[in-house]
C-alpha cells in the first residue's frame, strides 16, 4: 500500500500489503481539536474515537489528537481521502485544517497452472486495467470502463476479473487505475510451485460486502 499525502505540494509515500494498517496524519500539535472528519468522494467514514471502540465500523479510528488509522487494509480501501479536522477557538470563524490522500494498495498471490484466479480489484471503481508480464517491460490493456475484457479467457463478472485456465504468460503484475491514470490497486501473481490436492481455484479474497459496509456509514 503507497500513501499519498497531499498536504501542500511534494506527496509523502507509506507502503504497506493489504492486511496492514495505516496512518492517515494530520500533522498538528493543537490539542484543542472539536472534530475529525475522514471523507472519500461521494462517502462519509464513521471514525471512532479509539481503537477499542465497538461500533459498526471498528477498522477507521482515531489515534492521537487527529491522526486516523484505518487497520486490516482490503481493496475497496483505496482511493482518494479528505481529512478534516476543526478546532475549538474563541473565534467566530475558524478554517479547518484539510489533509487530502490518495491510498494505493498491493498484494501479492500465487495460483496454480490451469486454475481460474479471481482478482477482487473492484472494478465498479476503476478506468482500467493493465497487465505487465515478467517477460516484458510493457503495460497491456486487459480491461477498460465501457469496453470490458479483451480476451476470452477474461471475464468480468460484479466488479471483479477473473482469469480463467491461469497459464505462465498470465504471470507479473496487474495495476488498476483510475480516470486520471492514478494507480489504486497492484497485484504481483506468480506460478505457485506447490501441487493442489483439492481442486480448489486459486483466487484472491481480501474482502466481502460486509468489509465494505464496515468502511462507510
Not at 479528505?82 to 498471490?109: A, G, M, R, S
Amino acid at each position: 500500500m503507497i500513501l499519498y499525502l497531499c498536504a501542500g505540494t511534494t506527496p509523502v509515500s507509506v507502503t504497506e500489503k493489504t492486511g496492514g494498517n495505516v496512518t492517515l496524519t494530520c500533522e498538528s500539535e493543537d490539542r484543542d481539536i472539536s472534530v475529525v472528519e475522514l471523507n472519500r468522494p461521494s462517502e462519509n467514514i464513521l471514525v471512532c474515537e479509539k481503537e477499542e471502540c465497538k461500533s459498526e465500523n471498528d477498522r477507521v479510528f482515531k489515534e492521537g489528537s487527529c491522526d486516523v488509522v484505518i487497520k486490516d487494509l482490503i481493496f475497496s480501501d483505496a482511493g482518494k481521502y479528505t481529512l478534516n479536522v476543526y478546532y475549538n477557538n474563541d473565534q467566530t470563524e475558524v478554517k479547518p485544517q484539510t489533509l487530502k490522500y490518495h491510498l494505493h494498495i498491493h498484494d501479492e498471490i500465487s495460483v496454480q497452472k490451469g486454475e481460474d484466479l479471481k482478482l477482487d480489484v473492484l472494478l465498479i471503481n476503476a478506468d482500467k486495467v493493465e497487465h505487465q508480464n515478467t517477460i516484458s517491460s510493457e503495460w497491456t490493456e486487459v480491461w477498460r470502463r465501457g469496453h470490458g475484457v479483451n480476451s476470452d479467457r477474461l471475464t468480468d463478472h460484479d466488479g471483479n476479473l477473473t482469469i480463467n485456465e491461469f497459464t505462465a504468460n498470465d504471470t507479473g503484475t496487474y495495476r488498476v487505475l483510475d480516470s486520471n491514470n492514478e494507480i489504486w490497486i497492484t497485484v504481483s501473481v506468480t506460478v505457485s510451485s506447490t501441487e493442489s490436492g483439492s481442486g480448489s481455484k486459486g483466487k484472491l479474497e481480501t474482502e466481502d460486502n460486509t468489509h465494505n459496509e464496515q468502511l462507510s456509514k
